[in-house]
């Protein structure tokens, strides 16, 4: 089995910024797609960013302009998540996720982080 253990969280005031990362804990043989999401008390966890294999980004809607999600270039089990511009309401846990396969043989499977706490307060 696979971990993906992500860091980077914590306090920030207003029109700050983060750099949230995620890596896998073991290799993996082919991932389709790489994502971060975000949840808060008493809401649906929401897509905030994704990245194909291909290096196709998308974007919720309101992240636009201000978050750049990115691969390691060298290595290909790591993502990042660059938060610029920082609001109060980009106040959540953020998770990531992979779409992958562990194995050839294996089907498509999704991975999720632990989650990291972003708060942007003053």
């Known amino acids: 089995q696979v971990q993906l253990v992500e860091s980077g969280g914590g306090l920030v005031q207003p029109g700050g910024s983060l750099r949230l990362s995620c890596a896998a804990s073991a290799s993996i043989f082919s991932i389709d797609n790489m994502g971060w999401y975000r949840q808060t008390p008493g809401k649906q966890r929401e897509l905030v960013a994704s990245?194909?294999?291909?290096?196709?980004?998308?974007y919720a809607d309101s992240v636009k302009g201000r978050f750049a999600i990115s691969r390691d270039n060298a290595k290909s089990t790591v993502m990042y998540l660059q938060m610029n511009s920082l609001k109060p309401e980009d106040t959540a846990v953020y998770y990531c996720?992979?779409?992958?396969?562990?194995?050839?043989?294996?089907?498509?499977?999704?991975?999720w982080g632990q989650g990291t706490q972003v708060t942007v307060s003053s």
């Open positions: 990245i194909t294999s291909a290096g196709g980004t998308n």
């Open positions: 996720n992979f779409r992958a396969r562990l194995r050839s043989s294996w089907p498509a499977d999704d991975y």
